[in-house]
């Protein structure tokens, strides 16, 4: 077994063994650090750490993990962000806390229903013990399960997030770093492609050759779900390019491949200038970065299947929306109040 198939097969168990209550400190070093999605945002050590698996727990008493991508390997270089990522050891998954939900989390009310929690996570291993986790919850989506949808209707689909085709997606005792890279390199291409658009035509962006004719973009709440070249184009692309028309990639802490899957990450992955209607909103002007991953899924050497978990809330939140209270004036809790604001 290799290190790589030593790590990813014992930190399968020990993340699982947390979402379940175990000590936070089995997987991770003491001053580690958990940046997850608004409102948890950047902590450091595992208290802090323990505390937002709590919260969670709370909410959900029977919370139970359910990994749909689990790879594992090590990144691949990218100069441009403060700290290159190369060689660092990287586990990373896709898939659901799922549970009974009970008790409100933060603010969103609790439905006494089964709600199945988007959770993407980026582990950089030193030493076998988690140093930093990246981790994007779907907060948003969590609102639409609890009926108090708070901004304007998705142009893509909304739904739960399936799995990939097939059952490769979770292996913790199986790590293919050949094929990986080659996964990897196919996707930093079509990252290239994207980064060609001349501001006038979406032809100069060539990415269409790295996709397979019907792929299956998933989207995060607020976006949704769209499929081939065309539903990307009218259901994302095209109202992304129109929001932030000088978007540009600031760099990734994660670029990971093990078999036909990859994954990038970046805090943030890419940073821009609200200056066109995006999600209903008009233009604010304002500079944001965006927390981002991707997970992707090849099939004969072209993408079949890309997740795309991204921070909307906090980047809503930077154009001056806050979504929390939108959710809660809906939920019946309006702020009435000028001096609170």
């Known amino acids: 077994m290799t290190e790589i198939e030593k790590t990813k097969s014992e930190l399968y168990e020990r993340l699982h063994g947390i979402a379940e209550g175990a000590d936070v400190g089995i997987a991770y070093h003491p001053d580690a650090d ?8 950047e902590l450091k050590g595992v208290e802090a750490i323990s505390d937002a698996w709590s919260r969670l727990r709370t909410a959900m008493p029977d919370l139970e993990r359910r990994d749909s991508i689990f790879i594992a390997g090590y990144s691949a270089s990218d100069a441009r962000p403060e700290r290159d990522p190369s060689g660092d050891l990287i586990v990373a998954s896709m898939g659901h806390l799922q549970g009974t939900f009970q008790r409100d989390l933060h603010g969103i009310p609790a439905t006494s229903g089964v709600v199945h929690l988007r959770c993407c996570e980026a582990h950089r291993v030193v030493h076998g013990k988690i140093a930093r986790s990246h981790v994007l919850i779907d907060f948003l989506d969590l609102m639409r399960q609890a009926g108090v949808w708070p901004i304007a209707r998705s142009l893509g689909s909304e739904c739960m997030w399936p799995g990939p085709r097939g059952s490769g997606g979770v ?9 990986g890279r080659q996964s990897v390199a196919t996707v930093l291409a079509m990252h290239s492609a994207l980064g060609k658009f001349d501001g006038r035509s979406l032809e100069s962006m060539p990415h269409g050759a790295y996709w397979t004719d019907r792929f299956l973009w998933y989207g995060p709440a607020g976006i949704g779900t769209t499929r081939g070249l065309d539903g990307f184009r009218a259901h994302h692309q095209v109202p992304f390019l129109t929001g932030f028309p000088d ?21 943030p992955s890419v940073v821009a200038t609200h200056k066109g209607e995006w999600l209903g909103l008009p233009p ?5 970065g965006m927390r981002v991953m991707d997970f992707y899924r090849l099939d004969g050497g072209l993408i079949a299947e890309n997740w795309v978990p991204i921070d909307i809330i906090h980047l809503l939140l930077q154009m001056g929306v806050d979504v929390f209270a939108r959710m809660r004036h809906l939920a019946g809790y309006p702020d009435a109040g000028l001096l609170r604001r």
């Open 171 to 179: 292996r913790p005792e199986i790590a293919r770093a050949d094929t």
């Open 284 to 288: 604010t002007g304002r500079r944001v």
């Open 247 to 267: 978007r540009r990639g600031s760099g990734h802490y994660m670029r990971v491949g093990d078999g036909d899957f990859a994954a990038t990450g970046g805090w």
């Open 34 to 41: 958990w940046w997850g999605s608004h409102p948890f945002n």
